[in-house]
């Protein structure tokens, strides 16, 4: 089983982040075409799958956790906001953000493709840090339920264990 790298983000005001570590999976065999990572989130329930790249302003889902797969190209991403961290990302990498974390592509290749998907198809919204909805959004952030399963492994993953602490 491959086990992801965690990485956490401070409270960045405009962008809350989460309490819940970010995971990122290197490598992902089924992450390397948009058909078969859209079927390998749907196994492990992650559903409402689309295929596009990822925005280049820093935003955040209040009401939803969301996963990543890189089926082409790569990109730098920054995560946690804009005084976060970079990411390299490419081709066979997932990353899986817990409601609240921010994130933005900063650069990438013209080749750059993304499948998104949710837990259970939750919806979810665009948000880019007003300060006049710092309150509402940290309490729908509170109120999104954590997933039943790992977007990559399935619910045998480490996910529900890495965020259940």
């Given at each position: 089983?491959?086990?992801?790298?965690?990485?956490?983000?401070?409270?960045?005001g405009?962008?809350?982040?989460s309490?819940?570590p970010?995971?990122?999976?290197?490598?992902?065999?089924?992450?390397?075409?948009?058909?078969?990572c859209?079927?390998h989130?749907a196994?492990?329930?992650w559903?409402?799958?689309?295929?596009d790249g990822i925005f280049?302003?820093?935003?955040?889902?209040?009401?939803a956790?969301?996963?990543?797969?890189?089926?082409?190209?790569?990109a730098?991403?920054?995560?946690?906001?804009p005084?976060?961290?970079s990411?390299?990302?490419a081709?066979?990498d997932?990353?899986?953000?817990?409601?609240g974390?921010?994130?933005?592509?900063?650069?990438s290749s013209?080749?750059l493709?993304?499948?998104?998907?949710?837990?259970?198809?939750?919806?979810?919204?665009?948000r880019?840090?007003d300060p006049?909805?710092?309150?509402e959004?940290?309490?729908?952030i509170?109120?999104?339920?954590?997933p039943?399963?790992?977007?990559?492994h399935?619910?045998?993953g480490?996910?529900?264990?890495?965020?259940?602490r």
């Amino acid at each position: 089983m491959t086990q992801p790298e965690t990485h956490s983000f401070d409270d960045g005001g405009g962008i809350p982040n989460s309490r819940l570590p970010v995971l990122v999976y290197h490598e992902v065999e089924d992450a390397r075409s948009a058909d078969e990572c859209r079927d390998h989130f749907a196994r492990s329930g992650w559903l409402g799958a689309w295929v596009d790249g990822i925005f280049p302003f820093h935003h955040f889902h209040s009401t939803a956790h969301e996963v990543l797969g890189i089926v082409a190209g790569s990109a730098s991403v920054i995560l946690g906001g804009p005084s976060g961290r970079s990411f390299e990302v490419a081709r066979g990498d997932v990353l899986v953000l817990p409601a609240g974390t921010g994130h933005c592509n900063v650069g990438s290749s013209g080749d750059l493709v993304v499948v998104g998907a949710y837990p259970d198809g939750m919806q979810w919204d665009l948000r880019r840090g007003d300060p006049a909805e710092r309150d509402e959004v940290l309490a729908n952030i509170s109120a999104v339920p954590l997933p039943g399963s790992d977007p990559v492994h399935g619910s045998a993953g480490p996910l529900t264990e890495l965020w259940a602490r």
